[in-house]
């Protein structure tokens, strides 16, 4: 056991994860991710085709680090290409904060990415604020640690210096300087911490626990993780990958932006927890007393968890290879009901867990028997729910249902991805009816824009859509949804005064990792408050993911394709005759009012309709638009696409 433990704290050095041993000039730099200022992602490592990176710790409130930061944005145009990144780790400053201060300071064209764990600050080795790092980045390698100049206010750039040497392929003459003295007031507070010790039972009272919490739900015996959590040993063993996965914010799997709302099933790590798992890994993860909870860790179970369905669908079984990307698969199946009734919650259980990715259960009019059904029909149909590992049962919020008539089929869309070996799946979904007819009708729209259209090489092409809601209601849940090219998402509400709320930022979105977002505490919101929609696709060579770096990419339903669809689980807040139906033209019209408004101010001008049928519309236009707005508002379009020949017209041009 000592033998493993001194490995694994070998390995961890090896790869410059240890915070106690800081990098120096020459060493390597460690991937990260952090989100910045403005709530967008970078990771370090994604930067492989700038000519540098250039790393800063960062404070705000300060004349020496302003100085050293407009030094760096001078710097930065002197080398096209270059990326500046400053790093804030101080605990009492957050992301408005140093929006507003780097305004003040007019560099708010300066990225500050947010280290509130101060764990990557920590692995980098800062000591000041307006510290820097220069690094190259073939292999990362750290070429100069030490201030921008040699003192405050001075003329040499020593950064410009490191950067001009290194593009020339020069020796670096100067790989690090120490920090003047007028920086002493700079200090970081935790550069001189000593780490707490850890306490003799560590393992057995707090991280096994944590990982059982926030991991064992994949990564168990059958589950979807590629190794299982049954031993200290195990985690050990695994613990260098461990560390990286939470410094790159790839696991746990949780990609909503801490700093924007509280959500159900929130498995991503506390700022705690993660200082808590990283101080234990670069103590050497050892296993100290007490008993291993880990070895309690079972196999996946398939087991009907709030006791026997009423109705249970068995989907047509499906034969995995062993290696390979598989396109989604799209089954229906008959419903067997004569008569209908109202789902309260649902079930989904994996006939093999460590196959199934995530599961979307819809219900719609369809005949039976068809499979492989086109994506996008799919997405627009009401959801019974969303499977994703730890996430297998929706109890629907007290006093809503779905309901369900005897006419219409079960619809699932399933993301297999291999392991390894050959295997079959056959999926079953439990529903469980309500006794009597519940209050509320459970709804869900969707937010499209079929008519994107991404730039071949364009690292970030934003596309928006919205839908704007007739009725007071109650929003539960959100749900975004692009394919490989998909970088970030969110959701923003804007209400009938004009005022914004931000509810849902996906900084980091990740095709892999798809679920639903639902509130811890439901968003009641006027008739009138719009759902925008936005996604940023990244279609350049440095997304990983990228099918065809080349490609124009346009709408469909193929991952090689794209999508922006946002999907809405909500209820009205009053009741009315016919929200158990969905009504065609109201969709049509919310959906293709969502897309063309392109300026998204809620009116919708003859200049944002295709312009094959903008003729032909010109005079419909002017009649319907009764305020002289210049467009026409959400029941004016709807009043238009009411009539066959407009309405068709409008939607054989989309």
Known sequence: MRGFLRISVIMLSVLGLVASAAVSANERAANFTLIDQHGKATELHYHADAPAVVLMAHSTQSDLVAESARILAETQEMYPGLEVFLINAVDTENREMVRQDMETQGLGNLTVLDDASRLVSETLGFDYAGEVLVVETQRWQILY??????????????????LAQHQAGEPISVASRQMPEAFNSEKLAFASAVAPELANNAYTDTIAHMLVEKCADCHRPGGIGPWAMTSHAMVQGFSPMIRETILTKRMPPWHADPAVGEFNHDISLSIEQQRTLVNWIDAGAPRGN??????????????????????VIDLPSFDLPATGVLDYQNFIVENPLEEAVWVKAVQIIPGDHKAVHHAIATVGEATAGSVNEDEEDALFRPQLMTFVPGNDTYIYPEGNGLYVRPDMAFFTQMHYTTYGRETRDQTRIGLYFADEEPEHVLQHYSIVNPAIRIPPGEAAHEEVAYIELQRDAVIYALFPHAHYRGKSSSFTLRYPDGSEELVLNVPNYDFNWQRYFQFEEPKAVPAGTMIIHRTVFDNSSNNVSNPDPSATVDWGEQSWEEMLYGGVSFRYQERQEGDTDVNTLDYLTHIAMGFLDRNVDGILSLNEMPQDSRQQLAFPFVMLDKEKKGGLNYQQFHSLMSQDEMGGAIMSEL
Request: hydrophobic letters at 35%; aromatic letters at 2%; glycine letters at 10%.
């Open 145 to 162: 640690r030490g201030p921008v100049a040699e003192q405050p206010g001075e003329s040499e750039n020593l950064v410009a210096k490191v």
């Open 290 to 311: 007490g008993p291993d909870p880990l070895l309690e860790v079972t196999a996946q179970e398939s087991a009907w968890s709030l006791g026997e369905p009423d109705l």
